[in-house]
């Protein structure tokens, strides 16, 4: 049996467990970086089994969790929900820029969501700093007008092919290709994924 697979795109908010303590009466405390901690109770233990390092999950419903470290290290990203705020909002979704801007003055976090909840559509992770000094971390704006051009363009092969959709295929194709040309300017100039002008 092949099983399906899933990606994860919710919120949740977590702390890492550094120490397991006895608490009080049926309680067992859970401590945090910080000296911040929570009293857990006798369900919770045996239901999760936390340990040390691993993350005291909780979810927007209030549900409460636990996820080793590896786990949930290599499927959550930190975002700072302070920093949220609403990039566009139309009748059935709005797309939130979910951190501050960072280097070179540009967010590099984003979700797409429904307005009715934060259930989210899409999360976009930028990359964050340059190739050469970061490494891969995040996408490019180039991969998401690749994106849209082949939406369009399958579009236009398509039953739905129509005069303002090639309108917008042309236009993004043009911004695709004025980042590009940007790119390989920088190339020429041995400056691209650094910080160099």
């Known amino acids: 049996m092949e099983l399906t697979a899933y990606t994860c795109t919710k919120i949740v908010h977590a702390a890492k467990i550094i120490d397991i303590d006895g608490g009080v009466a049926d309680m067992t405390r859970l401590l945090f970086e910080g000296g911040e901690y929570v009293d857990v109770d006798v369900k919770y233990i045996a239901k999760h089994n936390p340990k040390v390092d691993g993350y005291y999950v909780v979810y927007k419903d209030g549900y409460t969790s636990f996820s080793p470290a590896e786990a949930f290290e290599e499927g959550y990203n930190k975002i700072t929900i302070a920093a949220c705020r609403q990039v566009v909002s ?20 984003y979700a797409v969501q429904p307005t009715t909840s934060s259930k989210q559509f899409a999360r976009v992770s930028f990359q964050n700093g340059p190739i050469k000094e970061a490494g891969i971390n995040g996408c490019h704006q180039e991969h998401l007008l690749q994106i849209v051009i082949d939406r369009l363009q399958s579009f236009q092969a398509g039953e739905y092919s129509n005069a303002d959709n ?32």
């Open 90 to 109: 139309e009748k059935d979704f709005e797309v939130l820029c979910l951190d501050e801007p960072g280097q070179g003055n540009a967010c590099h976090e």
């Open 166 to 197: 090639a309108n917008a295929l042309y236009h993004v194709q043009t911004a695709l290709e004025a980042l590009n040309a940007r790119t390989k300017a920088r190339e020429a100039r041995g400056v691209e994924g650094t910080h160099e002008k």
